[in-house]
């Protein structure tokens, strides 16, 4: 499992701004609970200034939601951004998450932690299946 973090660069672009790995031990019983990602606040601070379409959630500051998303072959959602942390898990198929730094392919389990940054999605042959959990955060002023 591979999990990007996104963000802004210097010049106000979405980018990946940490890229890891989770490596926790098991437990005695053998259970192991990788830890991918967490909010400091509740609700969590508002998006950085966006660039792309704002699409709304229609989810108020610190309410969540988890949905399954399926993209079809060669689908493409333009670049956007969310007043929202989304949590997101690629559970078949790939897809490509385009930033403002360019295209990063997501395989199944690889993750992403999208921080209402500007991004885009783009499928190949097979699509994509993915889990996906939105926390709302408060408009950018």
């Not at 078949?92 to 932690?113: C, M, N, Q, Y």
Request: glycine letters at 10%; one cysteine or more.
């Amino acid at each position: 499992m591979r999990i990007l973090v996104t963000g802004v660069d210097e010049h106000g672009r979405s980018c990946v701004v940490e890229e890891r790995m989770p490596n926790e031990p098991p437990s005695a019983a053998g259970i192991t609970v990788s830890h991918a990602a967490e909010t400091a606040s509740s609700p969590p601070p508002p998006r950085p200034p966006g660039r792309g379409e704002l699409v709304s959630i229609v989810r108020g500051p610190g309410i969540a939601r988890w949905s399954f998303v399926e993209f079809p072959p060669h689908a493409t959602a333009p670049v956007h951004h969310t007043d929202s942390v989304d949590f997101d898990l690629i559970l078949e198929g790939s897809v490509d998450l385009v930033l403002g730094d360019g295209v990063h392919r997501l395989d199944t389990g690889d993750a992403v932690v999208m921080n209402g940054v500007d991004h885009g999605w783009a499928t190949h042959d097979e699509g994509c299946r993915m889990s996906v959990v939105v926390i709302g955060t408060p408009p950018l002023a």
